[in-house]
């Protein structure tokens, strides 16, 4: 007996930068434990979502087109189920992102949030880094120059203009922090939280893991950064997560990251059923 009808959107290839593979193998292999849990789930890409003007009340979803954003808020609005919420995935827009973690004490790298075309000069001094990492700010990162690391400010400076000349309105600044970048996925309402070193198993989109080089794995509480990811969901609205955090050496750590679903890509075979065991909590919880 069919659990009823659930539509998924696959993400636009064009915003899977050097992970187009891995983003579309755990979409797979959700919608596969969706339908063995009794789900008829009908696949769609972004574009086809759109233009095929879809009005289904159970959707997941890992978009990232502005239109189909657009379309899936209206969806929601009128009371449709959508996980990651479009609301959510507007969210981890950088510049949002780091607004709403820093206004909510979430453990976060000092930062700023800036127009392309202002000088940073004065607030970078008031930071006191060593270094800074400069981050497009109005859209997630989709080419390896919408990231990039400057060892100094007159450096920050230059590639802020960059940024402006490519059309760019805002930038964060974060600073750099010393430590062990560790990558993390996690799913909201279940138990599933995966934490490794992205730099010992060559794990990269754009190859910045190098900065922070070989992990001391200094030790910390895994439940206490789990507790962070989580809470950082709620604040962001996302219930299928991952991104990254620097461990310092006295176990401390910020959350220097955070996306809606990402690839999966060292433990997608759990994940994946954690994920749809997350969505059919939401689905099933609105049934009722």
């Known amino acids: 007996m069919s659990k009823g009808k659930l539509t998924g959107i696959k993400r636009q290839t064009k915003y899977s930068p050097n992970h187009i593979g891995n983003d579309g193998t755990i979409y797979n292999l959700t919608a596969q434990c969706l339908r063995d849990m009794g789900y008829d789930v009908q696949d769609y890409t972004e574009s086809e979502f759109v233009l095929s003007d ?40 950088r510049g949002k992102m780091t607004r709403m973690l820093m206004d909510n004490k979430i453990p976060h790298p000092e930062s700023i949030i800036i127009d392309c075309n202002e000088d940073p000069t004065e607030l970078l001094e008031e930071m006191e880094a ?49 430590g062990d970048l560790v990558k993390f996925y996690g799913v909201a309402d279940t138990d599933f939280f995966y934490h490794f070193y992205p730099f010992d198993l060559s794990h990269s989109k754009f190859g910045l893991e190098e900065i922070n080089g070989a992990a001391n794995q200094y030790p ?15 604040i962001l609205n996302i219930k299928i997560y991952g991104g990254d955090c620097v461990v310092a050496k006295d176990g401390s750590f910020k959350i220097i990251d955070f996306n809606d679903w990402p690839s999966f890509a060292p433990c997608r075979e759990q994940a994946a059923s954690k994920i749809a065991e997350c969505i059919d909590k939401h689905v099933q919880k609105n049934l009722k």
């Open 220 to 234: 910390f509480s895994v439940d206490a950064l789990k507790e962070a990811c989580d809470k950082a969901g709620e």
């Open 130 to 178: 060593n270094a800074y990492w400069i981050k497009r700010g109005d859209f997630h990162a989709i080419h390896r120059e919408d990231v990039a690391f400057a060892r100094s400010i007159t450096e920050a400076r230059e590639i802020l203009k960059e940024f402006a000349f490519r059309g760019i309105p805002n930038a964060v600044i974060n600073e750099h922090l010393v």
């Open 54 to 93: 879809i009005k289904d009340k159970y959707i997941f979803d890992m978009a990232r087109d502005k239109s189909t954003i657009k379309w899936l808020k209206h969806l929601e609005d009128t009371g449709s189920v959508v996980i990651n919420s479009a609301y959510g995935i507007e969210n981890c827009t």
